[in-house]
Protein backbone atom coordinates (compact mmCIF):
# COMPACT_ATOMS: atom_id res chain seq x y z
CA UNK A 1 0.00 0.00 0.00
CA UNK A 2 1.35 3.39 -0.56
CA UNK A 3 1.01 6.14 2.07
CA UNK A 4 3.85 8.14 4.06
CA UNK A 5 4.84 6.85 7.09
CA UNK A 6 6.23 8.65 10.85
CA UNK A 7 7.62 7.21 13.26
CA UNK A 8 8.19 6.83 16.44
CA UNK A 9 4.05 7.81 17.12
CA UNK A 10 5.06 9.06 20.82
CA UNK A 11 8.51 10.40 21.42
CA UNK A 12 9.75 11.78 24.85
CA UNK A 13 12.71 13.74 25.35
CA UNK A 14 14.25 15.72 27.70
CA UNK A 15 15.14 19.41 27.39
CA UNK A 16 17.80 20.49 25.70
CA UNK A 17 18.54 17.12 23.68
CA UNK A 18 17.61 17.56 20.03
CA UNK A 19 15.30 14.84 18.26
CA UNK A 20 15.16 13.73 14.85
CA UNK A 21 11.77 12.52 13.63
CA UNK A 22 10.85 10.38 11.04
CA UNK A 23 9.02 10.72 7.66
CA UNK A 24 9.07 8.46 4.34
CA UNK A 25 6.63 8.06 1.76
CA UNK A 26 6.43 5.26 -1.12
CA UNK A 27 3.93 8.04 -3.19
CA UNK A 28 6.74 8.72 -5.72
CA UNK A 29 5.89 12.07 -5.22
CA UNK A 30 8.18 15.47 -5.19
CA UNK A 31 7.40 17.67 -2.24
CA UNK A 32 7.45 16.69 1.42
CA UNK A 33 6.10 19.10 3.75
CA UNK A 34 6.47 19.48 8.02
CA UNK A 35 3.75 21.04 10.20
CA UNK A 36 3.30 21.55 14.11
CA UNK A 37 0.28 21.37 15.53
CA UNK A 38 -0.83 22.67 18.72
CA UNK A 39 -3.97 23.16 20.72
CA UNK A 40 -6.05 25.89 19.50
CA UNK A 41 -3.67 26.58 16.28
CA UNK A 42 -4.38 24.28 13.39
CA UNK A 43 -1.15 23.62 11.26
CA UNK A 44 1.55 25.98 10.95
CA UNK A 45 4.23 25.14 7.93
CA UNK A 46 7.56 24.25 9.68
CA UNK A 47 9.75 23.25 6.40
CA UNK A 48 9.39 21.57 3.09
CA UNK A 49 10.97 20.73 -0.02
CA UNK A 50 9.99 20.18 -3.77
CA UNK A 51 13.06 18.43 -4.98
CA UNK A 52 15.66 16.40 -3.23
CA UNK A 53 19.34 18.15 -1.52
CA UNK A 54 16.84 21.34 -1.92
CA UNK A 55 14.56 22.77 0.91
CA UNK A 56 13.01 25.76 2.07
CA UNK A 57 11.66 27.62 5.49
CA UNK A 58 8.15 27.55 6.15
CA UNK A 59 6.56 30.34 8.53
CA UNK A 60 8.10 28.72 11.85
CA UNK A 61 11.25 27.22 10.90
CA UNK A 62 13.57 28.63 13.96
CA UNK A 63 14.92 25.71 16.28
CA UNK A 64 14.36 23.31 13.09
CA UNK A 65 16.55 21.93 10.77
CA UNK A 66 15.65 18.94 7.97
CA UNK A 67 17.47 17.36 4.48
CA UNK A 68 16.11 15.74 1.99
CA UNK A 69 19.04 13.27 0.42
CA UNK A 70 16.70 10.77 -0.85
CA UNK A 71 13.13 11.60 -2.51
CA UNK A 72 11.22 8.93 0.10
CA UNK A 73 12.67 10.49 3.05
CA UNK A 74 12.07 13.92 4.76
CA UNK A 75 13.39 13.68 8.24
CA UNK A 76 12.89 16.42 11.00
CA UNK A 77 15.38 17.52 13.68
CA UNK A 78 13.93 19.27 16.70
CA UNK A 79 17.18 21.26 17.94
CA UNK A 80 17.32 22.41 21.53
CA UNK A 81 17.09 26.18 20.06
CA UNK A 82 13.25 25.54 19.92
CA UNK A 83 11.66 27.05 22.80
CA UNK A 84 8.55 25.03 22.90
CA UNK A 85 9.08 21.72 21.06
CA UNK A 86 6.11 19.86 22.39
CA UNK A 87 3.65 19.54 19.98
CA UNK A 88 1.90 17.24 17.33
CA UNK A 89 4.13 17.07 13.90
CA UNK A 90 2.55 16.26 10.65
CA UNK A 91 4.70 14.89 7.77
CA UNK A 92 2.88 15.33 4.06
CA UNK A 93 3.63 14.92 0.42
CA UNK A 94 2.09 15.92 -3.08
CA UNK A 95 3.31 15.47 -6.69
CA UNK A 96 4.21 18.94 -8.28
CA UNK A 97 1.41 20.92 -10.08
CA UNK A 98 -1.08 23.10 -8.85
CA UNK A 99 -4.05 20.43 -8.39
CA UNK A 100 -2.16 18.23 -6.28
CA UNK A 101 -3.30 17.67 -3.12
CA UNK A 102 -1.66 17.21 -0.07
CA UNK A 103 -1.24 13.48 1.70
CA UNK A 104 -0.56 13.18 5.42
CA UNK A 105 1.27 10.59 7.75
CA UNK A 106 -0.33 10.10 10.99
CA UNK A 107 1.91 12.22 13.05
CA UNK A 108 4.19 12.02 16.11
CA UNK A 109 3.82 13.36 19.42
CA UNK A 110 6.84 15.13 20.82
CA UNK A 111 6.66 15.97 24.44
CA UNK A 112 9.75 17.63 26.29
CA UNK A 113 10.30 16.61 29.58
CA UNK B 1 1.05 36.67 3.74
CA UNK B 2 -1.87 34.78 3.68
CA UNK B 3 -4.05 34.27 6.62
CA UNK B 4 -7.30 31.51 7.01
CA UNK B 5 -9.93 32.44 9.64
CA UNK B 6 -12.47 30.12 10.61
CA UNK B 7 -14.92 32.28 13.50
CA UNK B 8 -16.66 29.26 14.98
CA UNK B 9 -14.53 27.03 16.93
CA UNK B 10 -16.95 24.50 18.09
CA UNK B 11 -20.19 23.81 16.30
CA UNK B 12 -22.72 20.87 17.35
CA UNK B 13 -25.35 19.61 14.69
CA UNK B 14 -28.13 17.31 14.82
CA UNK B 15 -27.76 13.79 13.32
CA UNK B 16 -29.19 14.13 10.05
CA UNK B 17 -29.27 17.91 10.09
CA UNK B 18 -27.00 20.27 7.43
CA UNK B 19 -24.53 22.34 9.08
CA UNK B 20 -22.06 25.39 7.51
CA UNK B 21 -18.69 25.66 9.07
CA UNK B 22 -17.11 29.50 7.95
CA UNK B 23 -13.71 30.36 6.59
CA UNK B 24 -12.72 33.42 5.03
CA UNK B 25 -9.28 34.34 4.07
CA UNK B 26 -6.78 37.35 2.92
CA UNK B 27 -4.37 37.18 -0.05
CA UNK B 28 -3.69 39.69 -2.47
CA UNK B 29 -3.14 36.98 -4.81
CA UNK B 30 -6.52 35.88 -7.88
CA UNK B 31 -4.52 32.30 -8.48
CA UNK B 32 -4.91 30.20 -5.47
CA UNK B 33 -6.74 26.98 -4.13
CA UNK B 34 -8.80 26.22 -1.40
CA UNK B 35 -9.20 22.98 1.00
CA UNK B 36 -11.32 21.43 3.33
CA UNK B 37 -9.38 19.09 5.61
CA UNK B 38 -11.07 16.65 7.76
CA UNK B 39 -9.41 15.21 11.69
CA UNK B 40 -11.08 12.86 13.30
CA UNK B 41 -10.18 12.05 16.91
CA UNK B 42 -7.49 9.48 15.57
CA UNK B 43 -5.93 12.78 14.15
CA UNK B 44 -5.60 11.59 10.31
CA UNK B 45 -5.65 14.56 8.14
CA UNK B 46 -8.52 13.80 5.51
CA UNK B 47 -9.17 15.72 2.60
CA UNK B 48 -12.48 16.31 2.12
CA UNK B 49 -13.36 19.19 -1.12
CA UNK B 50 -11.25 21.18 -3.05
CA UNK B 51 -11.90 24.46 -4.97
CA UNK B 52 -9.68 26.01 -7.65
CA UNK B 53 -10.13 30.08 -6.89
CA UNK B 54 -10.42 30.38 -11.11
CA UNK B 55 -13.39 28.20 -10.94
CA UNK B 56 -16.88 29.99 -10.72
CA UNK B 57 -18.98 26.43 -10.22
CA UNK B 58 -18.99 25.45 -6.53
CA UNK B 59 -17.28 22.08 -5.62
CA UNK B 60 -19.06 19.52 -4.55
CA UNK B 61 -18.66 15.99 -3.17
CA UNK B 62 -21.52 13.76 -2.05
CA UNK B 63 -23.03 14.88 0.76
CA UNK B 64 -20.16 17.77 1.28
CA UNK B 65 -20.56 21.47 -0.61
CA UNK B 66 -18.85 24.20 -0.56
CA UNK B 67 -20.05 28.23 -0.62
CA UNK B 68 -17.06 29.92 -2.59
CA UNK B 69 -17.76 33.77 -2.94
CA UNK B 70 -14.14 35.29 -4.26
CA UNK B 71 -14.83 38.93 -3.79
CA UNK B 72 -15.98 38.44 -0.28
CA UNK B 73 -12.96 36.31 0.44
CA UNK B 74 -15.14 33.54 1.86
CA UNK B 75 -15.49 29.43 1.83
CA UNK B 76 -17.92 27.94 4.06
CA UNK B 77 -18.27 24.07 4.06
CA UNK B 78 -21.91 22.82 4.08
CA UNK B 79 -22.27 19.20 5.42
CA UNK B 80 -26.18 17.65 4.61
CA UNK B 81 -27.44 14.40 6.29
CA UNK B 82 -25.00 15.11 8.90
CA UNK B 83 -23.67 11.49 9.80
CA UNK B 84 -21.86 10.34 13.76
CA UNK B 85 -18.81 9.86 11.68
CA UNK B 86 -18.59 13.45 11.04
CA UNK B 87 -17.96 14.35 13.68
CA UNK B 88 -13.89 15.57 13.92
CA UNK B 89 -12.07 18.78 13.86
CA UNK B 90 -12.37 20.73 10.05
CA UNK B 91 -9.83 23.14 8.76
CA UNK B 92 -9.84 25.28 5.95
CA UNK B 93 -6.41 25.84 3.99
CA UNK B 94 -4.91 28.17 1.44
CA UNK B 95 -2.22 27.37 -1.04
CA UNK B 96 -1.24 30.06 -3.47
CA UNK B 97 -0.76 29.00 -7.24
CA UNK B 98 2.59 31.10 -7.19
CA UNK B 99 5.83 28.81 -7.54
CA UNK B 100 4.07 25.93 -9.05
CA UNK B 101 1.74 25.23 -5.93
CA UNK B 102 4.29 23.61 -4.04
CA UNK B 103 4.99 26.28 -1.38
CA UNK B 104 2.77 24.34 1.56
CA UNK B 105 -0.56 25.27 2.92
CA UNK B 106 -1.67 28.16 5.24
CA UNK B 107 -4.50 26.47 7.97
CA UNK B 108 -7.41 28.11 9.72
CA UNK B 109 -7.33 27.32 13.41
CA UNK B 110 -10.29 24.87 12.77
CA UNK B 111 -13.75 24.11 13.60
CA UNK B 112 -14.78 21.69 16.07
CA UNK B 113 -18.31 19.50 15.22
CA UNK B 114 -19.99 17.66 17.51
CA UNK B 115 -22.87 15.38 16.20
CA UNK B 116 -25.85 14.77 18.51
CA UNK B 117 -27.42 11.68 18.00
Known amino acids: DGGITQSPKYLFRKEGQNVTLSCEQN?????MYWYRQDPGQGLRLIYY???????QKGDIAEGYSVSREKKESFPLTVTSAQKNPTAFYLC????????????FGPGTRLTVL | AQTVTQSQPEMSVQEAETVTLSCTYD???????LFWYKQPPSRQMILVIRQEAYKQQNATENRFSVNFQKAAKSFSLKISDSQLGDAAMYFC??????????????FGKGTHLIIQP
Open chain 1, 92 to 103: ASSGLGLYNEQF
Open chain 2, 93 to 106: AYRSARGGGADGLT
Open chain 1, 49 to 55: SQIVNDF
Open chain 1, 27 to 31: LNHDA
Open chain 2, 27 to 33: TSESDYY
